[in-house]
């Protein structure tokens, strides 16, 4: 019998209180009843202001590259500042809203993550088991494990370059369709397998196709409940849904723009799709408020054990600049000035977003473009993630105020998140 989803987050309301408050460390957030508790937390140590200016620079820089518009939130310990520029739907001319929902893509990856280890806990799965052990004779190899899907070591062919090789054809030749999981394992299975199962670590959506057929499997009901009660309900995520295959944005949202792959070519509006091609991968729908609400909370242990954060937290590189690592459906960047951050990015069609935080929680930051296929735009857009983490840097901050046009608009004096009601 699985537990209720949301038990963690009823262990103790004060001790919540106090984990919020900072009184008490994260770490021991769900120790057993009457375990001591009453460690004082360290004082916090002094962390640098995030650079807004650094944070519009690169924004600024995401729409010199393409993006018809680009906005970030961060939220830390004095609060939220959110920073908007350009445009959310270039017909409308409507500026980019910091309450818009948006597509979070492969973000996705770490709800469907969390949902899974969730599972684990419960004893309904286990990391180092054979993935055919619970999907009997779905993939061609016994020893893909569980843990081989979560860290991209399985050698499941990625499917999406072959679908996507031609950019906006591929895409418009799957904006309307409904693919089963099965349909996509077997596209990923008619390619080649990339790396014995464990071997090297190779990105791929198939991976957590087989997570989200894993998580059906298990609890009996569609990926969308287990997001929904596990995840959503309980953080009060009120603009993040999953609503695969209905292809619309409910409420205020950023229209997304394809940037086809002939150089001049027009923007294609790819703001309406299914996204079943990604699904558990990526079909995500998300706020920029929600996502650090979110980042934050699985940071501070409201989603899961110490024990399951240090293995989800556990990484390896993902390629040789000793920077940029992936631990269970989880990246970690570590930035220049020695800040690791954790969280995901996401690109799909018409989107690129970046979701971090610090593994404290105690500040997170997430970014989105309304532009994809344009690693220029995506290039400039991470670049959030040094300006809000890093802070200022005397010889930076001049030449990004030279850089930054005056017409960002500053948000800082919004209330905190989830403050603000739904416009539409
Ligand atoms: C799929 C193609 C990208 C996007 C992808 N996204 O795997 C997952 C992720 C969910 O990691 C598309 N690129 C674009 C092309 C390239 O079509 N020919 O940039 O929109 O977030």
Same mark, same amino acid.
């Given at each position: 019998?699985?537990?209720?989803?949301?038990?963690?987050?009823?262990?103790?309301?004060?001790?919540?209180?106090?984990?919020?408050?900072?009184?008490?460390?994260?770490?021991?957030?769900?120790?057993?009843?009457?375990?001591?508790?009453?460690?004082?937390?360290?004082?916090?140590?002094?962390?640098?202001?995030?650079?807004?200016?650094?944070?519009?620079?690169?924004?600024?820089?995401?729409?010199?590259?393409?993006?018809?518009?680009?906005?970030?939130?961060?939220?830390?310990?004095?609060?939220?500042?959110?920073?908007?520029?350009?445009?959310?739907?270039?017909?409308?001319?409507?500026?980019?809203?910091?309450?818009?929902?948006?597509?979070?893509?492969?973000?996705?990856?770490?709800?469907?993550?969390?949902?899974?280890?969730?599972?684990?806990?419960?004893?309904?799965?286990?990391?180092?088991?054979?993935?055919?052990?619970?999907?009997?004779?779905?993939?061609?190899?016994?020893?893909?494990?569980?843990?081989?899907?979560?860290?991209?070591?399985?050698?499941?062919?990625?499917?999406?370059?072959?679908?996507?090789?031609? $950019?906006?054809?591929?895409?418009?030749?799957?904006? =309307?369709?409904? @693919?089963?999981?099965?349909? #996509?394992?077997?596209?990923? !299975? *008619?390619?080649?397998?990339?790396?014995?199962?464990?071997?090297?670590?190779?990105?791929?959506?198939?991976?957590?196709?087989?997570?989200?057929?894993?998580?059906?499997?298990?609890?009996?009901?569609?990926?969308?409940?287990?997001?929904?009660?596990?995840?959503?309900?309980?953080?009060?995520?009120?603009?993040?849904?999953?609503?695969?295959?209905?292809?619309?944005?409910?409420?205020?949202?950023?229209?997304?723009?394809?940037?086809?792959?002939?150089?001049?070519?027009?923007?294609?509006?790819?703001?309406?799709?299914?996204?079943?091609?990604?699904?558990?991968?990526?079909?995500?729908?998300?706020?920029?408020?929600?996502?650090?609400?979110?980042?934050?909370?699985?940071?501070?242990?409201?989603?899961?054990?110490?024990?399951?954060?240090?293995?989800? $937290?556990?990484?390896?590189?993902?390629?040789?600049? =000793?920077?940029? @690592?992936?631990?269970?459906? #989880?990246?970690?960047?570590? !930035? *220049?000035?020695?800040?690791?951050?954790?969280?995901?990015?996401?690109?799909?069609?018409?989107?690129?977003?970046?979701?971090?935080?610090?593994?404290?929680?105690?500040?997170?930051?997430?970014?989105?473009?309304?532009?994809?296929?344009?690693?220029?735009?995506?290039?400039?857009?991470?670049?959030?993630?040094?300006?809000?983490?890093?802070?200022?840097?005397?010889?930076?901050?001049?030449?990004?105020?030279?850089?930054?046009?005056?017409?960002?608009?500053?948000?800082?004096?919004?209330?905190?998140?989830?403050?603000?009601?739904?416009?539409?």
């Amino acid at each position: 019998m699985t537990l209720p989803s949301h038990r963690r987050l009823a262990v103790s309301a004060t001790l919540i209180a106090a984990l919020a408050a900072g009184v008490v460390p994260a770490t021991s957030a769900f120790a057993a009843p009457g375990a001591p508790v009453s460690t004082p937390a360290a004082p916090a140590p002094a962390v640098p202001a995030p650079d807004m200016d650094g944070v519009v620079a690169a924004l600024n820089s995401a729409m010199a590259n393409g993006a018809p518009g680009a906005m970030a939130r961060f939220t830390g310990p004095d609060g939220v500042r959110s920073r908007t520029v350009g445009v959310q739907d270039r017909v409308a001319g409507k500026p980019m809203d910091i309450q818009s929902r948006f597509r979070i893509g492969s973000v996705s990856k770490t709800f469907s993550t969390v949902v899974l280890l969730q599972l684990v806990e419960e004893g309904e799965l286990e990391l180092d088991t054979p993935v055919n052990t619970y999907l009997p004779g779905l993939l061609p190899d016994d020893r893909i494990t569980v843990r081989h899907l979560l860290t991209h070591r399985s050698g499941l062919a990625d499917y999406t370059n072959a679908m996507f090789e031609h $950019t906006v054809p591929g895409f418009e030749a799957v904006r =309307n369709r409904v @693919f089963s999981y099965q349909e #996509l394992v077997d596209l990923s !299975l *008619s390619e080649p397998r990339t790396t014995e199962p464990g071997v090297s670590y190779k990105y791929s959506n198939a991976n957590f196709v087989v997570v989200g057929m894993l998580i059906e499997k298990a609890t009996g009901r569609p990926v969308s409940e287990a997001y929904q009660s596990r995840i959503f309900k309980p953080l009060k995520l009120r603009k993040t849904s999953y609503v695969h295959p209905d292809t619309r944005i409910k409420g205020t949202h950023v229209r997304g723009y394809l940037h086809p792959d002939e150089a001049g070519g027009a923007l294609v509006d790819s703001t309406e799709q299914t996204a079943s091609w990604a699904q558990s991968a990526g079909a995500v729908i998300s706020s920029p408020a929600d996502l650090n609400t979110f980042t934050s909370a699985l940071m501070r242990g409201r989603l899961l054990s110490p024990a399951t954060m240090e293995a989800m $937290t556990t990484v390896t590189p993902t390629d040789a600049t =000793n920077t940029r @690592f992936y631990g269970l459906g #989880l990246r970690r960047y570590d !930035l *220049s000035c020695g800040t690791r951050v954790y969280g995901h990015t996401g690109t799909v069609q018409g989107f690129y977003t970046y979701a971090f935080s610090t593994r404290d929680g105690r500040r997170s930051l997430s970014a989105v473009a309304n532009t994809s296929n344009h690693g220029a735009a995506n290039t400039a857009l991470g670049g959030t993630l040094e300006a809000a983490f890093c802070g200022k840097k005397p010889a930076a901050s001049a030449s990004a105020r030279a850089a930054a046009p005056s017409t960002a608009r500053d948000l800082t004096s919004l209330p905190a998140e989830r403050d603000l009601p739904e416009r539409h």
